[in-house]
C-alpha cells in the first residue's frame, strides 16, 4: 500500500473518530479461474474465471472446456494442479485411473494415464496431492484402499495402497494440515459421516468427531489455521482437535455439497451435486464461515452434473493472483484503524 494512500486512510481515520461512527466491516477482492469437473457427460473439465469485489459483487467468465472422455478422459471427479508443473492437472477418473491433463490449452491429449489397480480393486473419486508435493492421493466415496500414485521418477503411474482399518474401514475424503498431518472424512455422497485422522504409512483411522453432516469433501484452511468440511448442505469449521468452530447451514436451498476449496484468504467455492449451483462464501472478516455477516453468493449458471473443484491455496493448488488487500472497499466508513489492523485468526467467540 503507497504512502498517499495510507495518508488519505489516516485523515479519514481521524475524522471519523470525531463522529464515533460504528465499526465497519471489512473484506478483501479476490480474481483468478475456478477449475470443476461434471460427474458425466463428453465434457468433463473446465474453468471460468472470477472477479470479487470484496463488498457485493461475484461474477463469473465465460466456461471454457478444458478436457473431454473424446480427449482421452476415462471419467472425471476429483481434481487438482499437479504439484510438480502446475501447468498440468491430476484427474480422479471415477475408475481405477488417474489422468494429467494440460491446465491451459482445451482439448489436448490426455498426456498419460496411471492405473490404481495394484491387486485390489480401487476407484479414484477425491483427489489430493500429498504432503511432500511429489505424489497424489486417490479415494473412493467411500474406499477401503487409499491410492497414492507417484508424480516424479520413474514416471507418472507407479502406485501403491494401503487398507483402512481403526476407527473407520474406509474413507472418503483426505486433507494435510500445515505440518503434514492426515485428516479424513468418510460420507458417502451427500453427507453425513465421522471426521478424523489417518496415519497414511499404516492406514490407521482415530475419530475425532462422529456424525457430521458436512464430512464428505474437506480441506485444510491456512488463513484460520482450521479443516473445512463440505458436505449434505452444510459448510462446517473445525479445528484440528476435532473442536466445532463454525457452521454454515444451508438447508432449504436444494444444496447438496460435493467437495469444495479455500483460497487461504478468507474465501471459498464449493460445488454442489443437486443441480448447476456454485456456492462462493467470504468470511475474511468474520474468520468464521457461519457468521451472520459474511457474504454469499450462490450461482447457477453452472452445469447440471457439476461435481468437484481444484484447490485454491495449499499444495495442488495454483492460486490467483491477489489484489492488494481491498481494505479500503468498506461497508461502512467508521472504526477504519481498528478493521485494519484486526485481520485475525479466527475468534471462536
Same mark, same amino acid.
Given at each position: 500500500m503507497n504512502r498517499k494512500l495510507l495518508g488519505m486512510?489516516?485523515? &479519514?481515520?481521524?475524522? &471519523?473518530?470525531?463522529?464515533?461512527?460504528?465499526?465497519?466491516v471489512f473484506a478483501d477482492s479476490t480474481t483468478g479461474d475456478i477449475f470443476y469437473t461434471t460427474f458425466s457427460g463428453t465434457d468433463r473439465v473446465f474453468k471460468r474465471s472470477y472477479s470479487y469485489d470484496g463488498a457485493l459483487t461475484l461474477t463469473y467468465g465465460p466456461q471454457i472446456t478444458i478436457s473431454s472422455t473424446t480427449d482421452g478422459l476415462g471419467g472425471a471427479d476429483g481434481l487438482i494442479f499437479d504439484p510438480t508443473n502446475t501447468n498440468f492437472l491430476i484427474v480422479g477418473g471415477q475408475n481405477n485411473d488417474f489422468y494429467r491433463v494440460d491446465a491451459n490449452t482445451p482439448h489436448v491429449a490426455v498426456l498419460d494415464s496411471?492405473? @490404481?489397480?495394484?491387486?485390489?480393486?480401487?476407484?479414484?473419486f477425491?483427489?489430493? @496431492? !500429498?504432503?511432500?508435493?511429489?505424489? @497424489?492421493?486417490?479415494? !473412493?466415496?467411500?474406499?477401503?484402499?487409499?491410492?497414492?500414485? @507417484?508424480l516424479t521418477g520413474a514416471g507418472f503411474g507407479a502406485s501403491s495402497l494401503i487398507t483402512v482399518s481403526g476407527a473407520e474401514i474406509a474413507i472418503t475424503g483426505i486433507a494435510f494440515d500445515g505440518a503434514g498431518k492426515a485428516y479424513y472424512t468418510n460420507a458417502p455422497a451427500p453427507g453425513g459421516g465421522d471426521f478424523g485422522t489417518i496415519d497414511l504409512s499404516t492406514g490407521a483411522t482415530a475419530l475425532l468427531v462422529p456424525g457430521l453432516p458436512a464430512a464428505h469433501g474437506i480441506q485444510f484452511d491456512p488463513f484460520?489455521? !482450521? &479443516?473445512? &468440511?463440505?458436505?449434505?448442505?452444510?459448510?462446517?469449521?473445525?479445528?484440528?482437535?476435532?473442536?466445532?468452530?463454525?457452521?454454515?447451514?444451508?438447508?432449504g436451498m436444494g444444496l447438496t455439497f460435493d467437495q469444495g476449496t479455500v483460497d487461504g484468504n478468507g474465501h471459498l467455492f464449493v460445488a454442489s451435486n443437486s443441480g448447476s449451483k456454485m456456492t462462493f462464501l467470504d468470511y475474511s472478516s468474520s474468520s468464521l464461515v457461519g457468521a451472520g455477516g459474511n457474504f454469499l453468493d450462490i450461482n447457477s449458471t453452472f452445469p447440471a452434473t457439476l461435481d468437484d473443484v481444484a484447490p485454491l491455496s495449499g499444495k495442488g493448488s495454483r492460486p490467483p493472483v491477489i489484489p492488494e488487500p481491498a481494505s479500503m472497499l468498506l461497508f461502512g466508513l467508521g472504526g477504519i484503524g481498528t478493521g485494519l489492523v484486526n485481520r485475525r485468526k479466527h475468534s471462536k467467540a
Open positions: 486512510i489516516s485523515a &479519514l481515520v481521524a475524522g &471519523l473518530s470525531l463522529v464515533g461512527a460504528a465499526p465497519a496411471g492405473d @490404481a489397480s495394484v491387486g485390489v480393486s480401487a476407484n479414484i477425491h483427489v489430493v @496431492a !500429498d504432503s511432500s508435493g511429489t505424489a @497424489a492421493w486417490g479415494t !473412493d466415496i467411500p474406499g477401503a484402499n487409499p491410492v497414492k500414485i @507417484a484460520t489455521g !482450521d &479443516l473445512i &468440511l463440505f458436505g449434505d448442505s452444510h459448510i462446517t469449521q473445525l479445528t484440528t482437535a476435532g473442536g466445532l468452530v463454525s457452521d454454515l447451514d444451508l438447508s
